[in-house]
């Protein structure tokens, strides 16, 4: 099982839209919302890299509302 992060820029007055669509995506294991630059931070699990990043690019970039990502693959656990 291969896991990633997603950190994810929302546009002003959006982000309930936006998070209630990405937790209802296939492969998203958990989101929270949070402070700082990104307004979310999504894991993401799949069998394989290439199906989380297809995810990524193929479903949760397509929400209206989203403004950018940043993805960050996981390399290991502690």
Not at 20 to 42: C, H, M, S, Y
Not at 44 to 67: Q, S
Request: charged share 25%; hydrophobic share 45%; net charge negative.
């Amino acid at each position: 099982m291969e896991t990633l992060f997603l950190l994810v820029e929302v546009e002003v007055g959006r982000l309930d839209e936006v998070l209630r669509r990405v937790k209802a995506t296939p492969g998203v294991a958990e989101v929270q919302a949070v402070t700082g630059p990104f307004d979310l931070i999504v894991k993401l699990e799949a069998p394989h890299i290439n199906d989380a990043l297809d995810t990524v690019v193929h479903k949760i970039r397509r929400i209206p509302g989203l403004k950018s990502t940043e993805t960050l693959v996981t390399v290991g656990s502690g």
